[in-house]
């Protein structure tokens, strides 16, 4: 059985199954907060609004630049492999995701840098500018995926078909948060209510894109009215 080689994938394709690089280092870069300092008359210091103005922490983007070993690579092979590299991932946007966590993804745009020294060894180097936060490869609507399920901090959520029937009274749905949350989706056969803090909205058969409700890490009720089956498509990640 042939040994696997620890490598990274760009939408798919893997650093070394596809193009037999072989992974020398890795940096994950930590994004940045987005700061908001007021300098005030007659304080030490600054007035900090990072939080206040933003509704919480945002931050700027990160870098990820990976360095690859690609052996037994002469000159004329060398100029080959950096074409279908570049074909593959320059100046684009891809989902990536490294084998050592493989349940998360990054998205970022791009880079290819190299250099050749000897008939034997090239060096690849690969840099990616990335949204701040990994994303969950899951959805809570799909099924899971046990071979790239974190047993450190993976959550196993399950919100498909979820049979709704409480005309008068509401069932109580919860969610999981991350520390950071896509927009939630409600995907319904049937027309009914939803009521989420202070807030109660309506929900439409088909496909509902609910942007008043803003989940927050850790438990998250949700309640709903009314008659028929829903999924919740709820995805999220962490720095």
């Not at 005030?40 to 990976?66: C, H, I, P, W």
């Not at 899951?138 to 899971?144: A, I, K």
Request: hydrophobic content about 35%; aromatic content about 12%; charged content about 25%.
């Amino acid at each position: 059985m042939p040994v696997k080689v620890t490598g990274v994938s760009f939408d798919g394709a893997h650093s070394y199954n596809d193009w037999g690089l072989k992974l020398k280092s890795v940096s994950i870069g930590v994004p940045k907060a987005k700061t908001v300092y007021v300098s005030v008359n007659g304080m030490n210091g600054s007035l900090d609004l990072t939080e206040a103005q933003n509704g919480g922490v945002v931050y700027e983007m990160r870098t990820l630049k990976f360095t690859f070993d690609a052996r037994g690579c002469s000159y004329i092979r060398w100029t080959g492999l950096i074409s279908r590299i570049a074909r593959a991932i320059e100046g684009k946007e891809r989902r990536i995701i490294l084998d050592v966590d493989s349940g998360y993804y990054y998205t970022g745009r791009c880079h290819i840098d190299t250099k050749k020294t000897n008939e034997e060894l090239a060096e690849i180097g690969i840099e990616c500018t990335c949204d701040p936060y990994k994303l969950d490869v899951t959805s809570s609507n799909e099924p899971w995926k046990w071979d790239t399920f974190s047993f450190i901090d993976g959550v196993i959520r399950n919100t498909s078909d979820i049979d709704i029937n409480s005309l008068t009274s509401w069932k109580e749905i919860i969610l999981d948060g991350y520390p950071y949350n896509d927009t939630l989706k409600i995907i319904s056969n049937a027309s009914m209510k939803v009521k989420y803090r202070n807030g109660t909205y309506d929900i439409y058969a088909g496909e509902n894109i609910m942007y008043d409700i803003e989940l927050y890490e850790g438990e998250n009720k949700l309640y709903f009215q009314g008659k028929g089956k829903i999924t919740i498509v709820h995805r999220g990640g962490m720095l």
